[in-house]
């Protein structure tokens, strides 16, 4: 809101408007507003103006309230469907268990490992954010506050590791670089999914986590 703005649409009202017809504009607006028992029409202008700052700066207060709850809510639905994916996958590897074995299953199982390993590795980031939401208990557990946290340590930790070992010798090296390659995969997607949520972009970080 500027207020300059507001001052001059209220000016704008009030020029068109006599002494008695604003003091029932005002009434309409606010019964309880003071106004002067004989105001000039500079005075009742002026108590004009000042509600009507009060007004809107009080709808865009609510509105911002809105704004951030639909925000908060949304980010909770993706917790929420991360934490499923995972139970998902957790299944879905179950199954191969269950129903192969030997070489069968570990072909089976490797097949899908990159995949299910960055649905297991973005769901974690999202675990700690509802650990962090429940430690902090109903009144001061803030999803929005958690999920940025989250994303300014192990998010960025993890997206920050994966270019190390770029060119692994062994294979436990080989082992070490996939690993780190699908953490940082995970903690791009959870860091899309959270921004998305929040309506920000990267700029909007404090610190990004490709720094």
Same mark, same amino acid.
């Given at each position: 809101?500027?207020?300059?703005?507001?001052?001059?649409?209220?000016?704008?009202?009030?020029?068109?408007?006599?002494?008695?017809?604003?003091?029932?504009? !005002?009434?309409? !607006?606010?019964?309880?507003?003071?106004?002067?028992?004989?105001?000039?029409?500079?005075? !009742?202008?002026?108590?004009?103006?000042?509600? #009507?700052?009060?007004? &809107?700066? $009080?709808?865009?207060?609510?509105?911002?309230?809105?704004?951030?709850?639909?925000?908060? @809510? @949304?980010?909770?639905?993706?917790?929420? &469907?991360?934490?499923?994916?995972?139970?998902?996958?957790?299944?879905?590897?179950?199954?191969?268990?269950?129903?192969?074995?030997?070489?069968?299953?570990?072909? &089976?199982?490797?097949?899908?490992?990159? &995949? !299910?390993?960055?649905?297991?590795?973005? @769901?974690?980031? $999202?675990?700690?954010?509802?650990?962090?939401?429940?430690?902090?208990?109903?009144?001061?557990?803030?999803?929005?506050?958690?999920?940025?946290?989250?994303? $300014?340590?192990?998010?960025?930790?993890?997206?920050?590791?994966?270019?190390?070992?770029?060119?692994?010798?062994?294979?436990?090296?080989?082992?070490?670089?996939?690993?780190?390659?699908?953490? $940082?995969?995970?903690?791009?997607?959870?860091?899309?999914?959270? #921004?998305?949520?929040?309506?920000?972009?990267?700029?909007? #970080?404090?610190?990004?986590?490709?720094?």
């Amino acid at each position: 809101m500027i207020v300059s703005d507001v001052h001059a649409q209220a000016n704008a009202v009030a020029a068109h408007r006599t002494v008695p017809e604003l003091r029932r504009l !005002i009434r309409s !607006i606010n019964d309880t507003t003071p106004i002067p028992r004989r105001p000039t029409h500079e005075q !009742i202008t002026s108590v004009y103006r000042d509600l #009507l700052v009060c007004v &809107k700066g $009080a709808h865009e207060l609510l509105a911002e309230f809105d704004r951030r709850a639909g925000q908060d @809510a @949304a980010l909770a639905s993706v917790v929420n &469907k991360l934490l499923e994916a995972s139970a998902t996958a957790d299944e879905a590897a179950r199954g191969i268990t269950l129903t192969v074995s030997g070489a069968e299953m570990a072909e &089976k199982l490797a097949a899908r490992w990159g &995949k !299910i390993a960055i649905i297991q590795y973005t @769901a974690a980031h $999202a675990r700690r954010v509802l650990v962090a939401v429940t430690n902090a208990g109903p009144e001061h557990g803030c999803v929005r506050h958690a999920a940025l946290m989250e994303i $300014a340590g192990a998010v960025t930790v993890a997206i920050r590791q994966g270019g190390i070992l770029e060119n692994p010798q062994t294979p436990e090296e080989l082992i070490t670089a996939t690993d780190r390659l699908l953490r $940082a995969q995970a903690g791009a997607a959870f860091l899309r999914l959270v #921004l998305d949520a929040l309506e920000l972009d990267e700029d909007s #970080l404090p610190v990004s986590p490709w720094a």
